[in-house]
Every structure is written in C-alpha cells, then in structure tokens.
C-alpha cells in the first residue's frame, strides 16, 4: 500500500505531539511515537519509564500495543520521534514487536529537523527476524 505524505506528515505531527505526554524522569528522553492501520486509523503514544527501569516501556510498544487494543492486527507505517540532532531507530524489542504486526511496515524516525529524517522497511532495521511463521 503507498502512503500519502499528507498522511505520513500527520503521523510524524501525532508522533512529535505524543512526545509532549512522555514520563520520563530518570532518563530526561521524550519519545512519541505514532502507527498507522491498515484500516487508515492513528494510534498515538509516548515513553513511560518506571523506577525499576525493567518495566519502562518505549513509545513505540505502547502505540502499538493501543493498536492492537482498539482491534488492529496490520501495521502500515510507524513515526518515532525524539528531540535530538539526529534521528533515533527503534529498539530491539520494538523492532521485534512490529514484526509481528508490521512486517511490511515503513519505519520514519524523525526529528524537529526534517532534513535529518530517515526512512526504513522493517526488513532493513530487523533482518531474518523470528515471527508467527517462525513457530
């Protein structure tokens, strides 16, 4: 499925919105991150850390995860973004997440500076990764 860029740029604004709910005490790194469903809905969400830091989550899990919870099972695209220089990639954990529902999904991490904005497939960012047909 292509994606608009008018609908690729309401993804990174909800992404980069998103980021202003982030709880992150310890860390001081406010990550939004926003998904697109293949039904053309937005799920939203930020970091959440935790004093027993094991049990932070990351934004992108937590879009994610609200996702699936309002009935989603297919991904089409995943914003991150974070108020750094440089754009910052998903991790691993996340990266393995989306696997499971966003294996063709298309990656943007971005920053308040488009001009440092990269773009990735899944596959890119989590080669060979262990999914359902995996089992």
Same mark, same amino acid.
């Given at each position: ?14 992404? $980069?919105? =998103?980021?202003?709910? *982030?709880? %992150? ?8 991150? &926003?998904?697109? /469903? ?22 992108? $899990?937590? =879009?994610?995860?609200? *996702?699936? %919870? ?8 995943? &914003?991150?973004? /974070? ?53």
């Amino acid at each position: 499925m292509a994606i608009s860029e008018v609908v690729l740029d309401e993804l990174k604004r909800r992404a $980069r919105e =998103a980021a202003g709910h *982030a709880y %992150a005490p310890y860390s001081g790194f406010a990550v939004g991150a &926003a998904v697109l /469903t293949d039904g053309g809905e937005i799920h939203s969400s930020a970091n959440v850390e935790n004093a027993s830091f094991g049990l932070s989550n990351c934004a992108e $899990r937590n =879009a994610i995860f609200q *996702a699936v %919870a309002h009935g989603a099972r297919k991904l089409e695209a995943l &914003a991150i973004y /974070t108020p750094t220089a440089a754009a910052t990639m998903p991790c691993g954990a996340c990266r393995q997440v989306l696997a499971e529902f966003g294996a063709d999904a298309v990656i943007i991490c971005c920053t308040n500076d488009d001009s440092r904005e990269r773009r990735f497939a899944l596959a890119e960012l989590l080669p060979a990764a262990f999914g359902p047909a995996s089992l």
